[in-house]
């Protein structure tokens, strides 16, 4: 009874060993997974980068500190990192630890799962872009996350900023996270296939 539980200083309850399994059934029905209210992840959870870090290009490897001669220095040398073409269609790489500047010759720093660091192959809106990839509203030559909306009946890319849907808050069209999605990219096994062809 509630009248039998002892209150401490300070308004906590001492349980006693006989309320130990209500109060465990009580955690673990608190942690379980509610469809009513999903995760929001945080920006740095999402790995976010403001436009102004990018410097105004999309997020590729093309511009990555980690890219050296068309390998990763945290994928190591397995697998080629380059600029593919597929039915006309030009595609440039990019994963969740892209980190904008230029190559830093770091040689083989590790050997990353690329599912893990969700290495993927971007279609660039055009053919012939220096740089190409991934940014929220798909500006600069990026190309547009499937979570990023704007209001009207403007394109993604003509506004400045919109809603992203997954961290449920306003970012600027340049910016990028390792969250972006779009429903026409290349996993970096069929980009393999591409380049070893």
């Known amino acids: 009874m509630r009248s039998d539980l002892k ?7 001492v349980y006693e060993k006989s309320n ?21 992840p945080t920006k740095g959870q999402a790995l976010f980068t403001t436009a102004e870090e ?33 039915n006309g269609i030009e595609y440039f790489p990019c994963c969740g630890m892209q980190t904008y500047g230029p190559s830093a010759s770091l040689g083989h720093l590790a050997s990353c799962d690329p599912d893990y660091l969700g290495l993927i192959w971007i279609n660039a809106p ?13 500006c600069d030559g990026g190309d547009d996350c499937d979570h990023y909306i704007v209001d009207g009946a403007k394109e993604k890319w003509d506004s400045p900023t919109g809603f992203c849907r997954a961290l449920q808050t306003t970012v600027a ?6 969250l972006w999605g779009d429903d026409d ?6 980009a393999q296939k591409i380049i070893n062809d």
Do not use: Y
């Open 7 to 13: 209150i401490e200083e300070g308004g906590f309850v």
């Open 20 to 40: 130990l399994g209500k109060v465990n059934a009580l955690r673990r029905a608190k942690s379980l997974p509610d469809v009513e209210t999903p995760i929001t």
């Open 54 to 86: 990018m410097h105004g290009t999309p997020a590729s490897c093309v511009d990555c500190v980690f890219h050296t001669e068309k390998r990763c220095a945290l994928i190591g040398p397995r697998i080629t990192i380059d600029k593919i073409t597929k």
């Open 126 to 138: 055009k053919v012939g872009q220096r740089h190409g990839g991934a940014n929220c509203g798909g």
């Open 173 to 178: 069209c340049g910016d990028v996270c390792a």
């Open 185 to 190: 990219e290349l996993g970096w096994r069929e």
